[in-house]
């Protein structure tokens, strides 16, 4: 509900089974992981705190777009 609240301008996903947690390791939440537009991780982070917005965008500021499909579940 929050998020349908929100109307972001971006996917998210859902890992409603723990699939991808189990298979990556993924310990706690929230756990970011930016992808490259050949599916490579190029940035993962556990937790988060105020300000972390900025390392994100660095990351993302350089990379090229694309649609990846996903075996998750988009709200």
């Keep these: ?6 109307n972001w301008n971006f996917d ?8 991808l947690q189990r298979s990556m ?3 706690s939440i929230p756990y970011t992981i930016i992808l490259n537009k050949n599916g490579e991780i190029i940035y993962q982070q556990s937790a988060y705190a ?6 994100y965008f ?6 090229e777009w694309v649609q990846l499909g996903t075996p998750m579940t988009r709200i």
């Design 1 to 6: 509900a929050l998020v349908k609240s929100k």
């Design 50 to 55: 105020p300000g972390d917005e900025a390392k």
């Design 12 to 19: 998210i996903y859902v890992d409603p089974n723990g699939d």
């Design 58 to 63: 660095e990351v993302l500021k350089g990379l």
């Design 25 to 27: 390791n993924i310990l």
